[in-house]
């Protein structure tokens, strides 16, 4: 891309602020008292100055920053699905690169989820929780718990936009995905000049929207510590002294579901080691943990595969969209651990094998349709607790801790993205090596990233 502004050392710049932010925002909200007085000795009378700080600089310019790069997401994930479909071409292309996918997708959601659930077993916090305590939580939950929603046939129903411009106003992101899979099939059965003529315009919408997100990136630096130091400065910290036990073995369940099982697969289906892999995708890492939304980390997602990974642009453009709406390692995980977390607290019993493949079945699923932005599983884990017999209020035991597991679950969610567009790009290449004869020079992905 022609003129496309270098950022070399944002990502280093990015990580300062990220701490700085953390730093910043911890000691205001320790010392909010002191801060609050001190203010109000200056102004004359009571002041909440950190939460004035908080919700008319900090949150409105963190929002500004995600609204800037949620408002690419639409116009990047239809173009580039439908661009990266096109190119694919033929019907037999398509419908393998389509399979390996989604059973990469399902199988790395479904093995998230189990260590979830073996963590808990394992561990069992919610029998160490005492019931009071739990209800303490309850009364305290500041928001409410969302409503829950039900998987039934009309979901199913609902992936068929009847109106694709309404589905793009709502951001139904399933539905903008099933248009752009359909444009980019339709696509492959114009004739060679019509095809390219349109291949050309989704390109360009592409690249215009990457070129957006760079120089929003700019930003980055600032907004990102506005994000943290939000978030860590109206942190509940006292509630981390009752949920500490869930939530270390939910942030110990993702780092080894991200490290271990990830860096494996991608080693062992990508050809890439996971200490050449993570590195590069540190940027994208750091983007989802300061936002909390797989969608607004998108763009970046889908620079990295191509430019860091050396996944070629059509394999790119068709996983990469996919796996920001469909593929959430980290949700899968977090549903699992947290609905059995609170069926322990509810029950005072860890729930049998029967409720726990449920559980499995229904995480995996709920992750699928959940939406890529913050918080966007919470009103799917409510209708995975009704379905074990757990009130979905009980959700409400663990809002206080929730954003900073959805911070961390988001990384796990893009990164879980970029393995599986390696291991298909390679095995798409190695596809063609194997069928095609030896001239047609496709290139090994492990040699391809140098
Ligand atoms: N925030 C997550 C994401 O955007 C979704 C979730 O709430 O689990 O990937």
Known sequence: MQGEPRQDNLPWIILVSLVLGAMAGIACNWG????????????????????????????????????????????????????????????????RVGLVTMALFVFSMALACATGLALVNWYQPGLAMPSEVGQQLLAEAKNPAPPARGLTVDTLVGIVPRNPFQAAVQM???QIIFFALMVGIALTFLTEVR??????????????MVVIIHLVMRIAPLAVFALIFAQTASFGWRYLETLGGYVLLALGGMAFHLVVSLGFLVWLLGGLAPWRFFPRIWTVMITAFSTSSSNATLPTTLRTAQQELGVPSQIAGFVI??????????TALYEGITALFLAQVYFGVTPDWTAQITVLVLAVLTAIGAAGVPG????????????????????????????????????????????VAVCVARQERAWEASSASATTGSKDVSSHPA
Not at 324 to 329: K, P, S
Not at 390 to 409: K, Q, S, T
């Open 321 to 330: 969209p996919l796996g920001a709406t469909m593929n959430m390692n980290g």
């Open 376 to 419: 966007g599983s919470l009103p799917l884990l409510a209708m995975v607790l009704t379905s074990i017999g757990v009130p979905g209020e009980y959700i409400g035991i663990i809002l206080g801790v929730d954003r900073l597991l959805d911070m961390a679950r988001t990384v796990l969610n893009v990164g879980g993205d970029l393995v």
């Open 195 to 208: 095809r390219q003529t349109l291949l050309r315009l989704l390109e360009g919408v592409t690249e215009v």
């Open 32 to 95: 909010r008292e002191a801060i609050d007085s001190a203010v109000a000795h200056v102004a004359g009378g009571p002041v909440a100055a950190v939460d004035w700080i908080v919700s008319n600089i900090a949150r409105p310019l963190g929002q500004i920053f995600l609204n800037l790069l949620l408002m690419t997401v639409v116009p990047l994930v239809f173009a580039s699905l439908a661009s990266g479909v096109a190119q694919l071409g033929d019907w037999r292309r398509l419908g």
């Open 172 to 174: 139904e992101m399933l």
